[in-house]
C-alpha cells in the first residue's frame, strides 16, 4: 500500500511539473506565433492586392451578418468569411481584401485570402492553410492552378473537367475534384461579399 501510495505522489508530482511546463511553454511562444501568423496575412495580403500600400477597415458587423446574407450554394458545409479589409493606395480604396474559410476540402477546411479591385476583377488568390492530399489536392498551392482566377470579371466561377472555354471556367486539378470546388467555392463566396461591401456603402 505504501509503495502504491508513493508511486501515486510521484506521478501527481510528474504531471504538475509537467504541466506547468507546458504552460510555460505556451506563454512564452504564443505571442511569438501570433505575429508570425499576422505577418503571414500581411504578405498575403500583399500578394493579392500588390498595389497597395496599406491594408485597414473594420467590416466586423458586415462579417457577423454574412452568413443569413450569403445564400448561394457553397458546397455542403459552406464558407465563412473570417476578414475582410479595404485596401489603399495613397489613402485611396484600391479594393478589397477577403479572407475565406471553405469547410468542404478533402482534408479539412481551407483558408483562402482573395483579392478583389473596384472593378471586381480578381487580382490574387493565396491560400494560407490546405491539408490536402500531397501531389493531388496539394496543387491548389501551384501558381498554375491558381493564375486560373486571376483579371477575371465574373459573378462566379465553376469547375469543368473538360478544358476551360469560358472565363468563369476553372480546370480541375487532376484526380482532385473535391478541393478544386471547395477553392472555388471560396472564391465565388469572397466576390459575393464584395457585393456586400461595394452595396453596404464601403467605398471611397
Do not use: H, W
Not at 509537467?18 to 503571414?40: H, M, P, R, W
Amino acid at each position: 500500500m505504501k509503495r502504491i501510495i508513493k508511486d501515486t505522489c510521484i506521478l501527481f508530482i510528474i504531471t504538475i511539473v509537467s504541466g506547468c511546463l507546458l504552460g510555460f511553454v505556451y506563454n512564452s511562444t504564443k505571442d511569438k506565433i501570433a505575429a508570425k501568423q499576422e505577418e503571414t496575412k500581411i504578405l498575403a495580403y500583399k500578394q493579392v492586392m500588390s498595389e497597395a500600400d496599406d491594408f485597414k477597415a473594420d467590416y466586423s458587423k458586415l462579417i457577423q451578418q454574412s452568413p443569413k446574407l450569403l445564400t448561394k450554394d457553397y458546397g455542403k458545409n459552406g464558407i465563412e468569411i473570417t476578414n475582410a479589409l479595404g485596401a489603399y493606395k495613397d489613402n485611396k480604396l484600391q479594393g478589397y481584401v477577403i479572407q475565406v474559410t471553405d469547410k468542404d476540402g478533402f482534408g479539412g477546411e481551407i483558408e483562402l485570402i482573395i483579392g478583389i479591385d473596384l472593378n471586381k476583377q480578381i487580382k490574387g488568390v493565396e491560400i494560407l492553410s490546405i491539408n490536402e492530399t500531397v501531389g493531388l489536392g496539394m496543387n491548389a498551392k501551384n501558381e498554375s492552378f491558381r493564375l486560373q482566377y486571376l483579371n477575371k470579371k465574373v459573378d462566379s466561377f465553376v469547375i469543368t473537367k473538360t478544358g476551360k472555354e469560358k472565363d468563369n471556367e476553372i480546370d480541375s486539378l487532376s484526380s482532385a475534384t473535391i478541393t478544386s470546388k471547395a477553392v472555388t467555392n471560396g472564391v465565388n463566396g469572397a466576390l459575393d461579399f464584395y457585393d456586400l461591401l461595394k452595396g453596404d456603402g464601403q467605398r471611397e
